[in-house]
C-alpha cells in the first residue's frame, strides 16, 4: 500500500512540468506568429527537444504582454528551428 502511494506521489510530481509546459503551448497558441510558425513548421515543432526546452524556459505570460519581448521570442524560437532543420 505504501508503494502504492510513492508511486502515485512521484508520478504526480514528475507529470508536472509535462503540464506547464501544455499550459504554455496553449497560451502561444492563441498568438498569430505562433500558428503561422506550426502551420509553417508542422506539430512536429512542438515535439522538437531544443523547442520544448526553449518554451520551458520562457515566462509566456511575461512575453505575451509585451510587444518588443513577443517579436524577441518569435526572432530567438525561428533561429532555433532553422538551427535544428525542422
Known sequence: MLDLLF??????F???PSRL???KYKLLQKETMY??????YGTMLQMNSAVR???KE???????A?????LHFHR???????AENL
Do not use: P, R
Not at 35 to 40: D, E, G, S, T, V
Not at 58 to 64: A, E, G
Open 21 to 23: 509546459l501544455y499550459k
Open 35 to 40: 500558428m503561422q510558425l506550426l502551420n509553417k
Open 53 to 55: 526546452a526553449f518554451i
Open 14 to 16: 514528475s507529470a508536472s
Open 76 to 82: 530567438e524560437l525561428e533561429k532555433i528551428i532553422l
Open 58 to 64: 520562457t515566462d509566456v505570460n511575461k512575453i505575451l
Open 7 to 12: 508511486s502515485l506521489i512521484i508520478g504526480i
Open 66 to 70: 509585451d510587444h518588443v519581448q513577443k
